[in-house]
């Protein structure tokens, strides 16, 4: 039998939560809100964001095959000339998440336009919604249909209107992170992009959980456990349209956010370790160039470079190059060299984010 187009229904929904979920409830929303108190432990919130936010467009866009490397990512965040096209689309992520950031914060909402200009940032287009019907979803190992998504450009305005009221106004009564595992699902049935559906629809996620007060960063880490888990992603996905299912899905998105902010939580533990002991080895080896400001400026990024500290400490290129020099030769920072330009790899960042987490 052909597979028909799929309209999902207007938002909210009638679900009975079983008890299983509402355990699950309490559990994902403890280690959230412990994850929340622990952004504080680092002093440069930029630190977070730029580390696990580039960790989470990097899964992110591996769920949808975009593969890079860490040394691919880091080198761009330092260096525009050296980036490949894959590290470009996950650099692209991390501006677009952050972009997403900026305006929810500055409106206090999430709309439309915002998920508008986070598409147009990820692919540098003005597309916008689907216009055109033909979108269809396969498998693409067996190239069986698996979705198809609401053809007409008048039902994708009226579904991402009906979310939008959704996102930002109480239309039921459910817990945050529930209406989360509802959000996600329903933008992603919508598909109401041509390309970057999955990836806007997860920026969206954190986004959400950082509007309703949950987190103060957008920095959990929620694609690490869709990439782990990714085939179950898009199974749970499909038996919600078919079956209903939403108690599977609901209990797949509680519990990413309970694994994921544990294992967030961690990663922060041990950047906070790294700087510590940082800190501690240049002050007891050369106390003039220690400052609070130049370790965290060198925990900003896995990668800097001489420019980089110069213009952020306000101080000369050859003071700068004496820093870098120094931490070099007592094992802080490596050098690599590529061109003309040498960079300063943080050892100790570097492999904690290499690292990854498992969930």
């Not at 007409?152 to 945050?176: A, C, G, T, V, W």
């Not at 987190?215 to 959990?220: E, K, S, T, V």
């Not at 939403?246 to 922060?268: D, G, M, P, R």
């Not at 050369?286 to 896995?302: A, G, T």
């Amino acid at each position: 039998m052909d597979k028909k187009e799929f309209i999902p229904k207007e938002l909210p929904l009638d679900i009975e939560l079983n008890a299983e979920n509402y355990q699950l409830l309490i559990s994902a929303s403890r280690e959230l809100g412990k994850l929340n108190g622990f952004i504080n432990t680092i002093p440069n919130q930029n630190i977070l964001i730029n580390s696990l936010v580039l960790q989470e467009a990097k899964d992110s866009s591996a769920v949808e095959n975009i593969i890079t490397t860490h040394d691919e990512l880091f080198l761009a965040q330092m260096d525009e000339n050296s980036i490949t096209q894959s590290a470009k689309e996950v650099i692209g992520y991390e501006a677009a998440l952050k972009k997403g950031f900026d305006l929810m914060k500055k409106d206090n909402l999430i709309l439309n336009k915002h998920i508008l200009a986070i598409q147009k940032r990820m692919q540098n287009n003005n597309a916008g919604f689907r216009t055109q019907s033909g979108t269809v979803l396969k498998n693409p190992a067996t190239g069986e249909v698996k979705h198809i998504p609401p053809q007409n450009l008048y039902d994708i305005q009226r579904l991402m209107s009906n979310l939008e009221k959704y996102i930002n106004e109480d239309l039921d009564d459910f817990d945050p992170l529930i209406r989360l595992a509802i959000i996600h699902y329903q933008f992603e049935t919508i598909h109401p992009f041509f390309d970057a559906n999955g990836r806007t629809g997860r920026i969206i996620n954190v986004l959400y959980l950082t509007y309703k007060g949950l987190l103060d960063l957008p920095i959990l880490y929620l694609s690490a456990y869709i990439i782990q888990n990714k085939t179950q992603y898009y199974r749970l996905l499909e038996n919600v349209s078919k079956n209903n299912s939403w108690n599977e899905w609901i209990s797949y998105i509680l519990t990413a956010v309970q694994k994921t902010s544990i294992a967030t939580i961690k990663i922060i533990s041990q950047i906070n370790e790294a700087m510590q002991t940082f800190s501690v080895k240049l002050q007891a080896t050369n106390s003039k160039i220690y400052s609070k400001d130049f370790v965290e400026l060198v925990f900003s990024y896995p990668y800097t470079k001489i420019e980089f500290i110069s213009q952020k400490l306000g101080i000369t290129r050859q003071t700068a190059s004496k820093y870098l020099k120094i931490c070099e030769e007592i094992g802080l920072l490596e050098c690599l060299k590529l061109g003309n330009t040498n960079f300063y790899i943080n050892i100790s960042l570097f492999n904690i984010l290499k690292k990854g987490i498992e969930c």
